[in-house]
């Protein structure tokens, strides 16, 4: 649980840092509680609009997610969902 909370936190700090720097960023993070990250979502923005999902991860169990990218889905680790995270 304290892992959780942990991965949680450093992505939620992450999309507030991209939101607060960059306002058509396009990120969104669904929570599903405080201690569990559902979801975090990169968006296409065109001109301030969101016009589509870039991509996106679902949390699947410890420390896996499903990217899906393009209509294809690869398994990926927590370092990974930060790093995109780190480069939107």
Do not use: P
């Not at 969104?28 to 001109?47: E, K, P, Q, R």
């Amino acid at each position: 649980m304290a892992k959780d909370k942990k991965l949680f936190h450093s992505l939620l700090d992450l999309v507030l840092e991209k939101q607060d720097s960059e306002v058509d960023a396009g990120i969104d993070m669904n929570v599903s509680t405080l201690g569990c990250t559902a979801s975090v979502w990169l968006m296409n923005v065109d001109d301030g609009k969101v016009i589509g999902a870039k991509e996106y991860y679902t949390r699947i169990g410890d420390e896996a997610w499903a990217k899906t990218k393009d209509g294809k889905t690869e398994i990926v680790r927590d370092e990974d969902v930060l790093e995109a995270l780190r480069n939107a």
